[in-house]
């Protein structure tokens, strides 16, 4: 779990995402302050270097869509399941390719 230090950078750096500053140290550490937060030096550092060059607002809005399209392609391969599945796992199955196993390079694990 978080700690409230790692906590705090995070949403000092939405806070800056939020206002489109850039997100520094110098600029974490100050809202840290103004909200009267402890924290160990090196915190708001290592958040500006883990957000350097990351487009935060993009990542919070594609974090969502990820977890989402999960259930729809299930849902979309059950629907077809009153006959036309069999012939397209068929042909799946002829498709992949044999994998080499340890008999063919003349040795196994434990010769």
């Known amino acids: 779990m978080a700690s409230n230090q790692e906590l705090a950078c995070v949403y000092a750096a939405l806070i800056l995402q939020d206002d489109e500053v850039a997100i520094t140290a110098e600029k974490i550490s100050s809202l840290l302050k ?3 937060v402890e924290f160990e030096p090196f915190w708001p550092g290592l958040f500006a270097k883990a957000l350097e060059g990351v487009d935060v607002k993009n990542l919070i ?3 969502s869509s990820g977890a989402g399209s999960g259930p729809a392609p299930a849902a979309a391969a059950a629907a077809p399941a009153a006959g036309g599945a069999a012939p397209a796992a068929e042909t799946k199955k002829k498709e ?6 340890d008999d063919d390079m003349g040795f196994g694990l434990f010769d």
């Open 34 to 36: 103004a909200a009267n």
């Open 61 to 63: 809005t594609s974090v």
């Open 96 to 101: 992949e390719p044999k994998e080499e196993s």
